[in-house]
Nanobody, 124 residues
């Protein structure tokens, strides 16, 4: 069982930046593909981006490309989401997810472990 704990959410003005962190409780963190999803009120949980466990390649949904960056530190069992030039439409609860040796898909059903989420609110 892997526990994921997100942190770093908060309230920020449009155009601002936030960096989310996700700490994982596993000794084999390097074998997990890590992803970020988000869920706005009344909407489905959507893929934001992921970082592949093997290649280190990161992928993103089009709406955040060029603004968001995912990185990982396997020594610290952590994955990060740097969010720049935030927009009001980025307001959501952001979730960290993990899949053992995953393919970094956009489908949430592929991910085995989830954090509790952290709220990001972007004011206009």
């Amino acid at each position: 069982q892997v526990q994921l704990v997100e942190s770093g959410g908060g309230l920020v003005q449009a155009g601002g930046s936030l960096k989310l962190s996700c700490a994982a409780s596993t000794r084999t963190f390097s074998e997990y593909t890590m992803a970020w999803f988000r869920q706005a009120p009344g909407k489905e949980r959507d893929f934001v981006g992921a970082i592949n466990w093997w290649s280190g390649e990161d992928t993103y949904v089009d709406s955040v490309k060029g603004r968001f960056t995912i990185s990982r530190d396997n020594a610290k069992n952590a994955v990060y989401l740097q969010m720049n030039n935030l927009k009001p439409e980025d307001t959501a609860v952001y979730y960290c997810a993990a899949e053992l040796r995953g393919r970094a898909t956009m489908d949430l059903v592929d991910y085995d472990y989830w954090g509790q989420g952290t709220q990001v609110t972007v004011s206009s």
